[in-house]
């Protein structure tokens, strides 16, 4: 369910989230507080306490209270955090609407507590049977005195985010490579974005060798996605090439995966395509001015049929060969054609996002993903810094040639697994291969599925990156 945050004074708000500072000296006008409940609020705060409420009968208060000394980044964050914790409470007594009120020195938060009241509310109900029974009672977020273009980008950003939850927590059966595709094409369509969709005889004219390799073992055909933004006041004259990994279901292939806590995760294989048709999403709802591309492989992995297998040597779209010896690791074999193929666009960048390998998992869990690549330095601090800003850290890795030598192969140009030390470095070393622009690749496999809620991340599909990409796009913009 969509959440809306609307700009109107909402003085029947049945919920209001109160931001205030732990030093409580500064209390948002209008509260209307008696003298028994001001007294309440100023000893809950000195007692501490982070989350507390007030009924006034008329309406419900929840109050949180925040560091006004720490970082800019880190009172953002906690802000999000208050505004799930106001969803659930406006859920909890079967209410429609919330308004968040802050105090003045903290009114620039009250964006970040609407974000994540929002975030914090999504439900995927999609396939109960009875899910009208189940839906929150909350709809409707309210921020008194937020411009039009702050809205607009709000919106566009949550709602893309729920999309790529909804993409990531739909089971194969209700989305192979063609569904994928086919929801890529209604984005473009209520967007204004130029989406074609090439299928198995057009890719095959490709020579993408990688993506049919990997598509050998299913019955479903294989799609390749191109979405293209091009806004007439783009601040970029070469775009920005965005790539995803769209492997619907990943059952190892031949290599074939154990079932617990690993293949029954696979339906998230995707979750980088998901995340580049969420940031199109994002940036063309919210008419940022950047001309973006993005490139999304899709199939699904599985050993019937002609499976690729252990030992094979596969032509990939560049010419290059790869000894494959782990039919697992199929989602570099597919990004390697995209990114091959991104070189039509003359790039200033290409990024790649991708869950792709347990060892950044195990390097750093589910807080953060792993980046590395060829880009400048400033475009990897404009990353980082973006992370910092939404939450969506990002940590790089090192990339040294010397990594190079792991998956140097007997019989072709390269194999397509490196060993098992530095696993993630050496997958990112592979699709280097592949790409002549300046480049970032983005191992997102910690952060896109949750196995337990961690506040406005549901259990799930996360959504992580859409937000990450759309901060790092829209200050590219500003800075062009």
Not at 388 to 406: G, K, M, N, T
Not at 414 to 443: C, Y
Request: include cysteine; charge should be negative; hydrophobic fraction near 45%.
């Amino acid at each position: 369910m969509k959440t809306q945050i609307i700009g109107l004074a909402a003085s029947d708000a049945a919920v209001c989230a109160v931001l205030v500072d732990k030093l409580g000296q500064f209390l948002p006008a209008g509260l209307n507080l008696s003298e028994t409940e001001l007294s309440y609020v100023q000893s809950m705060i000195a007692a501490k306490e982070r989350l507390f409420s007030v009924n006034q009968y008329s309406r419900l208060l929840v109050f949180g209270v925040i560091d006004s000394n720490l970082g800019q980044a880190a009172m953002a964050e906690a802000a999000r955090k208050f505004g799930c914790d106001a969803a659930a409470f406006a859920n909890k007594h079967k209410k429609a609407s919330l308004e968040v009120i802050a105090a003045e020195t903290l009114s620039a938060l009250r964006v970040s507590v609407a974000e994540g009241a929002a975030l914090g509310n999504y439900q995927f109900l999609r396939r109960f049977s009875k899910r009208d029974e189940k839906i929150n009672s909350l709809n409707t977020v309210v921020v008194s005195g937020l411009d039009d273009t702050s809205l607009l980008q709000l919106n566009a950003l949550v709602e893309s985010v729920l999309m790529v939850r909804d993409l990531v927590n739909e089971p194969v059966n209700y989305m192979n490579a063609e569904q994928l595709a086919d929801t890529a094409v209604r984005v473009g369509e209520a967007n204004d974005i130029k989406v074609e969709v090439f299928d198995f005889t057009q890719i095959e004219s490709l020579k993408m060798g990688g993506l049919l390799a990997v598509n050998k073992g299913s019955i479903d055909p294989p799609t390749f996605t191109v979405m293209e933004w091009k806004p007439a006041n783009a601040t970029n004259v070469q775009p920005v090439v965005l790539i995803g990994k769209g492997v619907t279901f990943d059952t190892g292939g031949l290599s074939l995966k154990p079932t617990a806590g690993s293949m029954d995760l696979m339906k998230s294989d995707m979750a980088g395509a998901a995340v580049v048709i969420g940031t199109l999403n994002a940036i063309a709802a919210a008419k940022l001015p950047v001309y973006v591309v993005a490139l999304i492989p899709a199939t699904d992995n599985r050993p019937g049929g002609n499976a690729y297998a252990p030992g094979d040597v596969i032509t990939m779209h560049n010419g290059k060969t790869v000894e494959v010896l782990n039919t697992d690791a199929e989602g570099r074999m597919i990004l390697a054609d995209a990114l091959s193929y991104s070189k039509l666009y003359n790039p200033e960048l290409v990024i790649d996002l991708a869950t792709l390998t347990g060892a950044a998992v195990r390097a750093i869990g589910k807080e953060a993903s792993v980046i590395m690549g060829t880009a400048d330095d400033g475009v990897f601090a404009s990353l980082e810094e973006s992370g910092f800003a939404v939450h969506e850290r990002v940590v790089r890795f090192p990339f040294w040639d010397d990594y190079s030598e792991y998956i140097k192969s007997d019989i072709a140009d390269m194999k397509n697994i490196g060993g098992a030390d530095a696993g993630a470095i050496t997958a990112g070393k592979f699709l280097q291969n592949f790409v002549e622009s300046p480049w970032i690749h983005i191992d997102i496999a910690g952060p896109a599925l949750l196995g337990a809620s961690d506040s406005y991340r549901p259990k799930g599909g996360s959504g992580y990156g859409v937000r990450l990409l759309f901060e790092f796009l829209k200050k590219r913009a500003e800075l062009q």
